[in-house]
């Protein structure tokens, strides 16, 4: 076989790849996933990245990782706008809320999926953290489970048949996928905060819990 017979036989073989996985890499053939995948790191913006407040006490670090990860909503208006700016915004009015409304040292959180589908750090040092995976910071998010869990709010209101964006759910996937992989948490723990307190929170969300479960385990190659 020629140098031309072989290149047309390698850009065949490509097309077919398309054709039978529809997605494809950079060399053009199709990138599939490895079977033992883990969790890619999402982007996160920090508390320096959306002018976060210095906390008002010290948050507590915690060695080793938390056993479950517990989803909440923030009850904010469901905004149409969906730009990173809005999410930093969003991160503020958070901490601020926890802060000057509740009395508490810094924002409850660990960390918010934005409706637009960015993800900032909440509780000041939880990002470290998660990267490291060795300790994590308690945050201010579920009474009885705050030294246990690790607290991942959405952004906005889900009763009354509210639903979260595509882009916010892909982006809440992603993240518990990693602190799953990160803290060697299994997807089936994975609770809202109604599993634990008498609240109406996360709203649908909790109803969404076995599908979450589920995507965040083949997110996680499992």
């Known amino acids: 076989m020629n140098d031309s017979q072989l290149i047309r036989r390698r850009l065949l073989l490509g097309a077919g790849a398309v054709g039978l996985f529809g997605v494809t890499g950079a060399a053009g053939f199709a990138a599939m996933p490895s079977a033992n995948a883990e969790a890619a790191e999402p982007e996160i913006d920090s508390t320096e990245d959306w002018g976060a407040r210095a906390p008002g006490g010290t948050?507590?670090?915690i060695t080793g990782s938390p056993n479950k990860l517990i989803v909440h909503h923030t009850v904010s208006a469901n905004t149409e706008d969906f730009s990173r700016e809005q999410a930093?915004?969003?991160?503020?009015?958070v901490q601020d809320l926890h802060m000057d409304g509740n009395g508490w040292r810094d924002t409850g959180y660990n960390f918010i999926v934005s409706r637009g589908g960015f993800l900032t750090e909440g509780t000041t040092g939880s990002l470290e953290a998660l990267?490291?995976?060795?300790?994590?910071?308690?945050?201010?998010?579920?009474?009885?489970?705050?030294?246990?869990?690790?607290?991942?709010?959405?952004?906005?209101?889900?009763?009354?048949?509210?639903?979260?964006?595509?882009e916010q759910w892909a982006a809440l996937v992603s993240v518990c996928?990693?602190?799953?992989?990160q803290y060697g948490i299994e997807s089936e723990e994975i609770y809202g905060h109604v599993d634990f307190n008498s609240t109406l929170c996360p709203g649908i969300f909790h109803e969404m819990?076995?599908?979450?479960?589920?995507?965040?385990?083949a997110a996680r190659g499992e």
């Open 177 to 181: 996928a990693f602190a799953a992989d």
């Open 59 to 61: 948050n507590p670090v």
């Open 131 to 166: 990267r490291d995976g060795g300790h994590f910071i308690q945050g201010i998010h579920t009474s009885g489970q705050n030294s246990q869990a690790l607290g991942i709010s959405n952004e906005g209101s889900y009763h009354d048949g509210a639903e979260p964006t595509a």
């Open 209 to 217: 819990l076995p599908q979450l479960r589920e995507e965040v385990e």
């Open 88 to 93: 930093h915004l969003h991160a503020q009015w």
